[in-house]
């Protein structure tokens, strides 16, 4: 076999070993593979040092928080280098962080950041907790929102936000700065669905995230 062959074949060979070496390496100190760090449970230092902090990052990309949240500290390896804070209560951060590449998710920080919501949240655990957002995509396909909320139409909605706890489940709308200029409780919601097609009412719900 030509030698050339067979120095490529080794090297590839050499770098396939080396990427899985590097990945469970990754993942033993710090569980962080390609899905993100805030869904898997974090390795901490042996002395766990704790931040309030309103953003973090992780593999996935950087998450801005609505609130301060409690950070713990995490390290990549034994020797404690590249020490990073992520969410002590991973539940806590799936409620009031969220990217913010989107509106929609924008749309969801603000929200967060009112006083009463705040006050609602604080009477559940976070698990008990949901907010999801229209994609913005959706939002801007043509006739769709008129369809959906004819009493708004030729009103420009940047947002519609779902907040959903045990006892309570709210809708609220934004406009394109994010500002809420709607609240409502999400029964009220619920019957101007049923007023429209099937087929747009299931495109919203599959399209809440």
Partial sequence: MNKKIIVMLVLIAVLVVSGIVTYQYLNRYTNCGPGGCPDRTLRHTDKPDYKELSGYGTDSGGFECSKPIRMVSYTLNKKHEYVNFLPADPE??????????????????????????????????????????????????????????????????????????????????????LETFEQMDYKLFDQQLDKVSLADKQLFLENLR
């Avoid at 396909?141 to 004819?150: H, K």
């Fill in 92 to 177: 806590e951060a799936r409620v009031f962080c969220h990217m913010t590449y989107a509106i929609e998710y924008k749309g969801k920080i603000t929200v967060l950041q009112k006083p009463e919501v705040l006050d609602l949240i604080s009477k559940y655990k976070y698990k008990d907790v949901s907010i999801k957002a229209l994609k913005f995509e959706l939002i801007k396909s043509e006739g769709f929102v008129d369809r959906l909320l004819p009493q708004y139409k030729g009103r420009e909605i940047g947002c519609i936000i779902i907040l959903e706890t045990p006892n309570e489940k709210m809708v609220f709308l934004e406009d394109e700065n």
